[in-house]
């Protein structure tokens, strides 16, 4: 027997990223000397105190089902870090608590999106978004950025983007892949553009502590009121806190609506996340690890620069050095234009696995995630140098 599947499940492909990490680890596990830059992860350890008080949430028997949104000492923490660091108010009422960010914009997608919606992605964009709104029948609206504007969408672009279908739009700030950060005087000109509309905005502030030479971050709906009203707020705890495994995310909304929406849907899928992880997480929010967190931010600082100046440094290849998150995106235009190409080849020949652009949207750009030790990034480098010259 042939199971038919169902036209939109056919329309779903597999994370490039994922894909690209599973095939180093298997080669790794064959033998092969595989240097693996695809993964979004940082390889630092949970901080100490977190561990502890998962441990204190087992030996305690906190072990049952919980709320579908989460217990309320870990909402109410999530509300006061998005008061204390972002200048948002929030209620606890406003949020929701899901198996990662990913599961967060699951539920947005799925709870907002009709048939032909559109919805405003800016490539490079994280691999999710187009895939999530084509799951659920939307258009995917694909404006192109480039390195002119740091790869970051401008006012006068959306303006000429926004149709009577426009839903939504998508920013992300840390970007994942190319670490661009929108600076508030752009938001604000985005908002501008945004009033007198309908349209929602979904901020993943993923990468928020990643934020190199200074810079300050800005949460798109601490913009304006009217900001504050229409955004959906995404973050969790994976990258800043480095509990990736744990499947920590969470969003925020003022619209009453729509958060019961996602409540009922979260209810009928996986119900409530881990409760040990719940219990953990609020430990990663409440400021407890914010040393540890700030210890890692300053490597990845030191990373990223010896990274960005490795790859200016190989004729062919350059990179624009991102304000923040863990990666860079390097243009390898003028060696190969087809990513996957490359990156296909890179792999076979030196051993070096990273992410080819057309999975972000981009062609002519490969993803290089400096989140590992510079032993590793140097050898990386060197072997990347040694194939592109080859070539």
Do not use: H
């Amino acid at each position: 027997m042939q199971i038919k599947l169902s036209n939109r499940i056919t329309l779903l492909q597999e994370s490039i990223t994922i894909a690209i990490s599973t095939l180093a680890k298997r080669l790794k596990d064959e033998g092969k000397d595989v240097l693996n830059f695809g993964a979004g992860e940082p390889d630092f350890d949970t901080p100490k105190a977190i561990k502890e008080e998962a441990k204190k949430a087992l030996d305690t028997g906190f072990t049952k089902y919980t709320a579908v949104e989460g217990i309320a000492p870990l909402l109410q923490a999530i509300a006061d870090k998005l008061e204390r660091e972002n200048g948002l108010k929030y209620s606890p009422k406003d949020i929701i608590t899901s198996n990662g960010a990913k599961q967060s914009l699951f539920n947005l997608f799925a709870a907002i999106i009709d048939e032909g919606d559109e919805v405003i992605i800016p490539a490079p964009y994280w691999v999710t978004y187009p895939e999530l709104t084509r799951l659920n029948g939307g258009v995917v609206i694909e404006p192109k950025t480039d390195e002119s504007t740091g790869f970051k969408l401008t006012a006068d672009v959306l303006k000429t983007l926004i149709t009577p279908k426009t839903k939504m739009i998508v920013l992300t700030s840390p970007s994942n892949p190319t670490g661009s950060v929108y600076s508030k005087e752009e938001l604000t000109a985005i908002a501008e553009v945004l009033k007198g509309t309908n349209i929602i905005v979904a901020s993943d502030e993923m990468y928020e502590k990643l934020l190199y030479d200074g810079k300050k971050f800005t949460s798109a709906a601490a913009i304006s009121e009217d900001m504050y009203a229409r955004t959906v707020t995404i973050n969790g705890l994976s990258k800043s806190v480095a509990m990736t495994g744990w499947r920590f995310g969470y969003l925020a909304s003022t619209d009453k609506t729509l958060v019961k929406a996602m409540n009922n849907l979260q209810s009928q899928s996986t119900s409530n996340i881990n409760s040990i992880t719940q219990k953990a997480a609020i430990i990663g929010l409440n400021g407890s690890v914010d040393a540890e967190v700030e210890a890692m931010r300053v490597e990845f600082e030191k990373r990223r620069n010896i990274a960005a100046d490795g790859f200016n440094a190989i004729k062919g290849l350059s990179v624009l050095k991102p304000d923040g998150a863990f990666y860079l995106f390097v243009n390898c235009s003028a060696v190969e234009k087809d990513s996957m190409k490359f990156c296909k080849e890179l792999l076979e020949k030196e051993g070096v696995a990273v992410v080819p652009g057309s999975g972000f949207g981009v062609e002519g750009y490969f993803r290089f995630s400096f989140a590992t030790d510079t032993t590793t990034i140097q050898e990386g480098i060197e072997r990347i140098k040694r194939f592109v010259e080859n070539r």
